[in-house]
């Protein structure tokens, strides 16, 4: 014990009488570490990130579209429209099944938007009021529009957030304002609150308009959806309101010719092609780490061949080879530890940097992992220059000069 | 104490000329005694020596150490006489200089597995007062003069109470004033501490502070 206490003394004596050298030896692990530590901390902030998408949805809804979407718990493709799109009549089938308490259709329709301040391309939802609750859409000022305006083909509709900013300047300037949505004039009853974001397979949600399906049959007369959502009373009836629609489906319908997906099934098969990709990173910036242990592995080889003499002497006065070893190797395990150490210090802030914008984050494994590591780097790399000096004969090194 | 009998080392140079540093060298020192090496440079005094200080092992022949054989014990129990058994104090000091002098007096004591019957730091500064070190004891080798750095070797080597002290040239890179101090001090040691002493020198006037002088001439002793 003692004995460990005055090795890790005197070696970390010895690096801060040369600093430089002992920055730029570990300087690998500390970019190897950086690299390690950060790719896993923004894959599992893209891992929060799509299951928090996920999440708005809750747990209890089900999708329905066209064509084949997962086959075997993976990703296949696009949405495919083979086999064209649904009906009013599937809409109406839903609806019946039990343990169903809300359908929602989904139309698109982009079309030219003529507000107040701007007019623009833009693009509409056809959908029912139980959209805003299956796509965890909020209502920041005024109302989302209800079962009446959908059974009354209201001319209603509620904006995103970004469209009552560009159009009308705010949402307390857009609300009970006229829009004009191909030359149909429609009013507007309420402003979602911002969610943010888009991209990354969600919808920008902001920017959209959303209306009624019933009164999008002006613009969609086949009355065709591209997707119908079902909200579950709750979510342990999930898997069986989805035997339940396949049957009635497969009514009218061949199989290939619909999909229907639970979200945490999609969310898994999107988050499984993400770990992997993440995985494939944190591999590449491995090869830092190797790296970094060549460069520890090779001073350490210039420590020893520097340090004969030191050797001699202490061989003479009753080291035994395992003291000269554990040495050498508490050294090189220092060494990279100071590169993990930092490393891990640099990712933490670049972490802290990026975490408005991503939620990135360092996990408790990722810095055992760090530490670990880097430590294990200084083992095995130390291992062999450890092991020349502790191999030296006495009398050779106690005549070295 | 240590017996060497017949004892040589042998370096091949090349398949047709082998060196012999020694050649069946055999002596004994018995305790408490003060024996000189003494030969020119070159005579295998120092391969003589390191054998002796049990730092290398011979070709051919026995070594003896309190009449036991230690030509098959194990690095780590080498490592422990040298620890225990022997104290060091070489030509060029061999102080180890980013230590300080404290650090290197106590040094043996770190590697030494046993429990100690002394504390070490308390060990370490009585001797280092005793030779007039102690105001010395937080600087470091290399700031010191070469008899200042001769003593504090010499405190590293009483550290561990040996019973023998190899000094191998420990005048060479002292004038003759402060070279005749340290012999004293070995003297002194002898007498006063009943250490036996081992002294390798090339110098008449220094080998006769022995009490028993070993001449040796081309790795054989005369």
Known sequence: ?401 | MIKLVNVSKEYIIDSEYTFYALKKASLEIKEKEFVSIMGPSGSGKSTLMHIVGLLDKPTTGKVYVDNKEISRISDDDLSKLRNEFVGFVFQQFNLINKLTVLENVMLPSIYCRKELDFDPNDRAESILNDFGLSEKRNSYPNKLSGGQQQRVAITRALMMKPKLILADEPTGNLDSKTGHEIMMLLEKLNKEEKITVVLVTHEKDIAVYAKRIINIKDGEII
């Open chain 1, 1 to 401: 014990m003692k004995n460990l206490i005055f090795i890790f003394r005197s070696a970390i004596d010895d690096f801060s009488r040369n600093k430089l050298r002992t920055f730029l030896t570990s300087l690998g692990i500390l970019i190897g570490v950086f690299a390690v530590v950060v790719l896993i901390a923004l894959g599992l902030g893209l891992k929060k990130y799509i299951s928090d998408q996920f999440e708005a949805m809750g747990k209890n809804s089900l999708f329905l579209v066209p064509g084949r979407v997962l086959s075997g718990g993976s990703f296949t493709g696009g949405v495919s429209s083979i086999a064209g799109r649904f009906d009013d009549r599937d809409l109406q089938t839903l609806k019946k099944i039990n343990n169903v308490i809300g359908v929602a259709p989904l139309a698109f329709k982009s079309t030219k938007i003529k507000g107040l301040l701007k007019e623009d391309f833009g693009d509409i939802m056809f959908s029912s009021e139980t959209f805003s609750d299956i796509m965890g859409l909020e209502v920041d000022r005024g109302r989302f529009f209800d079962k009446s305006d959908v059974s009354k083909k209201a001319k209603v509709v509620v904006v995103g957030s970004k469209i009552a900013e560009d159009y009308y300047g705010s949402d307390e300037g857009a609300i009970g304002k006229k829009i004009t949505i191909d030359d149909v004039k429609f009013t507007i009853i309420g402003v979602t609150k911002s969610k943010g974001g888009g991209g990354m397979g969600g919808f920008d949600y902001d920017s959209y308009l959303f209306a009624p399906y019933t009164t999008g049959f002006i613009f969609n007369p086949d009355k065709k959806f591209f997707r119908l959502s079902v909200k579950v009373e709750n979510e342990n009836y999930v898997s069986q309101v989805k035997e339940d629609i396949k049957k009635e489906f497969l009514k009218r319908h061949k199989d290939e010719e619909f999909s229907i997906v639970e979200p945490t099934e999609l969310m898994s098969a999107i988050t499984s092609i993400f770990s992997v990709l993440n995985l494939i990173l944190v591999a590449i910036a491995a090869i830092s780490l190797l790296v970094g242990g060549i460069g520890i592995m090779n001073i350490m080889y210039v420590t020893v061949s520097d340090r004969i003499k030191e050797i001699g002497i202490r061989r003479a006065i009753g080291a035994r080879k395992s003291d000269i070893l554990s040495q050498f190797l508490a050294e090189a395990v220092l060494l990279s530890s100071i590169g993990g150490i930092l490393g891990l210090g640099f990712a933490y802030l670049s972490v802290l940097a990026v975490h408005n914008l991503f939620p990135a984050y360092i996990d408790l494994t990722s810095v055992v992992l760090a530490l670990g590591i880097s430590s294990a780097i200084g083992i095995s790399f130390g291992v062999f220059p450890a092991r020349k000096a502790a191999n030296l004969e006495p009398v050779e090194t106690i005549r070295y000069e």
